[in-house]
């Protein structure tokens, strides 16, 4: 039997707690990376990262030492987090899950979102996750099980998308959505596996709690 491919957890510096949060997203096997202040929520809730890696401009506590600690330059072309999801795929790592990756610093937000599209285009599959949504880009085929939530779809990192939207209220067949119009936003997903298809351009598909 093969071996299970580990996933990689990386807990970023939100200033939103959400501690008991994190430490229930997170699995026994799991690889936890902190980037910059997430090693501050990861010790105040008890979970032992692998490694921890940033330029420590936000972590409220004592700066760590040891072998698991990579200290980054304040400057920089990387955010701490990017830093830790191309460590991650570097790594082997498939699957990335981002926590603390939302708050009210709206470019580090927006600056994640750009992480999902790199991870994408390694191959490799990203979800930003917190209390009230998940996060998921794609340019192909996404399935996602959500009966009865809330899902918006908005191209990202283009000027347009052209999409298929399948076990939704509002369905779509190549819909072209313009950047400039949000007319994927608040959907209803109806089907225990609802799919966005995209046919051209890339997408935000963010699932609301």
Not at 32 to 37: K, T
Request: overall charge negative.
């Amino acid at each position: 039997m093969a071996e299970k491919v580990k996933r990689c957890v990386i807990i970023c510096a939100s200033p939103y707690y959400q501690g008991d949060f994190i430490k229930n997203e997170i699995q026994e096997d799991d690889f936890v990376i902190c980037a910059d202040g997430g090693c501050d929520i990861a010790k105040e809730v008890g979970i032992t990262p692998s490694l921890i890696a940033g330029d420590f401009d936000s972590s409220r506590l004592t700066v760590p030492t040891g072998g698991n600690v990579i200290a980054l330059p304040v400057e920089k072309d990387d955010t701490d987090s990017f830093f830790c999801a191309k460590y991650a795929v570097r790594q082997g790592y498939k699957d990335l899950l981002l926590l603390g990756a939302t708050g009210c610093r709206i470019d580090h937000m927006y600056a994640n979102f750009a992480l999902l599209q790199y991870v994408y285009r390694k191959g490799c599959s990203g979800v930003i996750k917190d209390r009230h949504s998940a996060v998921y880009y794609t340019e192909g085929s996404l399935t996602i099980h959500c009966k009865g939530k809330t899902v918006s779809v908005l191209p990202y990192g283009c000027a347009n998308a052209e999409v298929t939207l399948i076990g939704f209220k509002y369905r779509a067949d190549r819909l072209k959505m313009e950047s400039f119009f949000p007319i994927g936003t608040s959907n209803i997903a109806t089907e225990e596996g609802s799919t966005v298809q995209v046919h051209s351009g890339g997408v935000l598909v963010i699932v609301n709690s």
